[in-house]
């Protein structure tokens, strides 16, 4: 079984600081992805950023980056230079790569609130 | 363009009766998902299928029922024994494999019981 934790319900930045949005992770698959969700308030998910378990550099996509620390079983994102409209819900989500169900798990989210 | 279309974006649910939201993608993806949301919450898998006529269990079948005849069609129904289904619905696909294959998700259908 997979389980992802996010501890922070919400968060709030000032704009074009960073913000850095917790993940930890537990399973018992050996090869497995982790990935980012944005969820406007319109609701449509919209895939961010991608962290394979065997990749050895951390993921960056523009102003995402993954901070992934695979000993200690977390994919932190890092959001630079934050917008206004990066406010949202932010998921964590994870599958595994090689066998059985390959459906997301996903946390229960951090809502991000960007500040003027 | 490619992408995943949920219909209808509103629906609203008398106690009892079944409702059947509509999920079509034209990705040519094998996988398709439902996931459930409710209101300030993570996503709960509902069903899932990785091929044509099948489909498997997610985390929270009791009360829905999914078919899979065409690869790019996966309705699900809301049946009168889901006590609670008042929620956001996402419908998801993705391909297959052993990379990097994010899920494409629609727009979601708002189920309300009124």
């Known amino acids: 079984a997979q389980k992802i934790t996010q501890t922070q319900p919400g968060m709030f930045v000032q704009e074009k600081e960073a913000v850095t949005l917790d993940c930890t992770y537990d399973t018992s698959d050996p090869s497995y992805g982790l990935f980012w969700y944005k969820q406007p308030s319109s609701g449509e998910m919209i895939f961010l950023i991608y962290q394979g378990s065997y990749d050895q550099q951390n993921a960056t996509e523009g102003r995402y980056s993954l901070n992934f620390q695979k000993a200690r079983k977390s994919a932190n994102l890092v959001i630079s230079a934050s917008q206004l409209g990066d406010s949202a819900m932010y998921f964590c989500a994870m599958r595994p790569m090689d066998t059985g169900r390959r459906a997301l798990t996903f946390g229960s989210g951090t809502r991000l609130q960007v500040q003027p | 363009d490619g992408g995943i279309t949920q219909s209808p974006k509103y629906l609203f649910r008398k106690e009892g009766q079944n409702v059947t939201l509509s999920c079509e993608q034209n990705?040519?993806?094998?996988?398709m998902y439902w996931y459930r949301q409710d209101p300030g919450q993570g996503l709960r898998l509902i069903y899932y299928s990785q091929i044509v006529n099948d489909f498997q269990k997610g985390d929270i079948a009791e009360g829905y029922s999914v078919s899979r005849e065409k690869k790019e069609s996966f309705p699900l129904t809301v049946t009168s024994a889901q006590k609670n289904p008042t929620a956001f619905y996402l419908c998801?696909?993705?391909?297959?494999?052993?990379?990097?294959?994010?899920?494409?998700f629609g727009q979601g259908t708002r189920l309300t019981v009124v």
């Open positions: 990705l040519n993806h094998d996988a």
């Open positions: 998801a696909s993705s391909i297959l494999g052993t990379e990097n294959t994010e899920a494409f």
